[in-house]
């Protein structure tokens, strides 16, 4: 940084110099005198010395003075005229004063131009680039010895048991040899972010006391051909220098995607790095100790290449954990803090599904956070509930004032979406309903899973919409009218009907085919090939069958309501009264008489 600040001085200083030049020049033109005065004062004998350089006359007249004056272009007799009066004059050669010099006068703004881009330039990348090529920063080829060791790793034991051999190996690789065992180059571990990965990496490290080396995959990607593939021949050296040791590369998927793929035609850059990573792995002598782990959430976009035998040849899938796995890592985490005695870490894990280990890790830290907000000297079931809520819907925003219109407004929208999640049988346990804006939403009704589902049925499918579509059918029920408020149910609607149109099978019009979504990522190259599988008359039937659906759950959610319009005007009320209500109060309230 210091370096780009000097260029910029220098830079500055140039163009100074440049304009006081400029100046001078000016000024010494300041006692020019015109022409005819100059041949007056020759013919009365009054000039010395003369200097002709083109059309430009500097002279020195008797009295010591200099002037200068312009002639007409070629001012004839001139030669004669100055013989005849005695005046000493010598004739230069234009711009003889440093050629080079004015070259470079002129050129000097561009120059400074130059510079200054390039100082950007670097300062885009973020680093000394320019000069230390190839090198990965210091920060990022940094060698650790890793002290994380399998304990810290919970919930995810396929994942660790298919790594312990791994360890095994780079603990004693002799032995391992001798009993037969074929040793992999490269693991490839897929998983989410944030189900750890890197963690497991660095675990494997920790428990065989090897050396660890972490880079990641956009760490190779630079804007000059050659860079990335030149850090990848640097950390290879460095590794082969101190075996056994792990190089993990987190996010291959940057590097190793589909070579000649993409929008754009093939990243020049992007395939050279990932060829020298392959050539390096298929370097490796049989013993060398050096392990390659890699980590990735999309393996489906990864060269073929480097799933080859001799290179990435084990994958290991690290899946999010279920309720049991949650409950392990939570008890990791919760080491860290003081729990409640009362505490039940397994209704927290039941509340979490769908969290990967990182989630986890910050649940407990916003917990410990809000616990401490609170001056409190243990965490209580109720600081998680209220971590997790801000984890999944944002924070409270208490501070937004709506209007009572817009509040009742909401109440309706929340109480309708809570009456039909209440009373259906298919779907989760509603666990509460706030009209308290969080995030980018002014009310939330939330849902629980009830036990560990990984897969959804027709049937819960089809309550869920109706569930998504109650919010705006209890508008248009109280009010004939709709707000905006429903834009993101409707979303949420609208792409889960297409997937069960598209992915999962359930239109009996389409049958059971598996049509691509164009929501894919289109950079990804391969989903462009795939998109064209559908042709239009099955896209015409998909969007038909889509809004069939839709407009179905719509039906169904109107009739819902209708039937039990007096119960969401109470659970409206109450909504209004009380801001959140929870499940089990909800189910209190639905089972009142009228009044
Ligand atoms: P990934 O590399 O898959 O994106 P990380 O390994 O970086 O995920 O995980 C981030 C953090 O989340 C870890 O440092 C760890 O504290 C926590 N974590 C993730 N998975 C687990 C787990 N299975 N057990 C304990 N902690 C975990
Ligand atoms: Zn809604």
Known sequence: MKNQRNIVIIAGLLLFGLFIYQNSQMSKSLNQIPFSDFVTLVKEKKVSVATIEEEKITFITISQDEFITIMPKIYPGLTNLLYDNNVKFKVVESSSNGLLFNILIQWLPMIVLVVIWIVFMRQMQGGNRIMGFGQIKPKKQSKESSTVTFDDVAGIDEAKYELVEIVEFLKNPKKFQNLGGKVPHGVLLCGQPGTGKTLLARAVAGEAKVSFFKVSGSDFVEMFVGVGASRVRDIFKQARSQPPCIIFIDEIDAVGRHRGSGLGGGNDEREQTLNQILVEMDGFQVNSGIIVIAATNRPDTLDPALTRPGRFDRTVIVNLPDKNGRKKILEVHAKKVKLHPDISLESIASSTQGFTGADLQNLVNEAALLAGRKAKDSLTEIDFEEARDKILLGTERKSLTMSDKELEATAYHEAGHA????????????????????????????????????????????????????????????????????????????????????NWGMSKKIGPFYLSNSNNDVFLGRDMVKQKKMSQKTALLVDKEVKMIVNKSYKTALKIIKNNLSTLHRLAKSLLKEETLSGEEVLAIIKQKST
């Open 419 to 502: 009456l039909i999640a209440a009373l259906s049988e298919q779907l989760d346990v509603l666990h509460k309903v706030t009209i308290i804006p969080r995030g980018r939403t002014l009310g939330v009704t939330m849902l629980l899973p009830k036990d560990n589902q990984s897969l959804l049925t027709k049937g819960k499918l089809t309550a869920m919409l109706a569930m998504l579509m109650g919010g705006r059918a209890a508008e248009e029920t109280i009010y004939n009218h709709f707000t905006t408020g429903a834009h993101n149910d409707l979303e949420r609607a609208t792409e889960y009907s297409h997937r069960m149109v598209c």
